[in-house]
Structures are given as C-alpha cells and as structure tokens.
C-alpha cells in the first residue's frame, strides 16, 4: 500500500507543480505584454490567481495526508479556500451584470475553469 501513496504522492506533486508553473508563466505574459492588458485578459488574471490560491490551499494538505496519515483538517486551512470561493462568487456577480454579448464572451472564455474549480471543490 505503501507503494501506491507514493506513486499517488509523485503524480499529485508534479501536477501540482505544473499547474503553478504553466499558471505563473500565463501571469507573466499577461503582465508583460501590453496588448493583453485588456478586461479579458485581466479576469483572466484574476481567475488564475484564484486557481493559484485554491491549488495551494488543498495540494500540500493532499500531499501531507499521503505522507503522514494524518487526514485531520486544520480550521485556518479552510480559509483560503473560502475565500476562493467568495471570490468566485463575487466574479460571477460581476459577469452577471455586463452586456450579453460580453456575457457570452466571458462564459465561453472562463466557463472551463470554472467548471473544473466548481468539481473538484464540491464533488467528494
């Protein structure tokens, strides 16, 4: 059993490490790119920045399990991740209220990520 927490263990890892690289590196170009400094490419600044937060406050403790069996959950180890949350619900408040074609717009840009942020946050 031991094997397989820590093949589990190596991918959860590499996932994690990835996400946060090809996240910083897509953050990097936005930044320095002056002809994405538009509001689509701001919300979508802001909605890596919240992947980046979520990943961070769920992976670690993921990984933590796996090499301590320690599966208790610490009540501040909660927090970011409901801040995420919050800030995905006031993002989708602000999505609300634009035009419907920006609406459309966004959804189909954005829509992705939050389907997979809504799945793995909820679904047990």
């Not at 409901?82 to 993002?91: A, D, E, G, Q, R």
């Amino acid at each position: 059993m031991g094997s397989a927490k820590n093949v589990f263990l190596i991918l959860v890892l590499t996932i994690y490490l990835a996400s946060v690289i090809a996240s910083g590196t897509v953050m990097l170009l936005i930044y320095l790119d002056t002809s994405l400094h538009k509001p689509m490419y701001i919300f979508l600044f802001s909605l890596i920045v919240n992947g980046i937060i979520g990943s961070t406050a769920v992976w670690p403790k993921v990984m933590n399990i796996l090499l301590t069996d320690d599966n208790t959950v610490f009540c501040l180890g909660v927090l970011p991740m409901f801040l995420v949350i919050l800030s995905y619900l006031k993002i989708i408040l602000i999505i609300l209220k634009m035009s419907t074609d920006a609406r459309k717009k966004t959804f189909a840009t954005c829509s992705p990520h939050l389907i997979v942020f809504i799945l793995f946050s909820f679904v047990q």
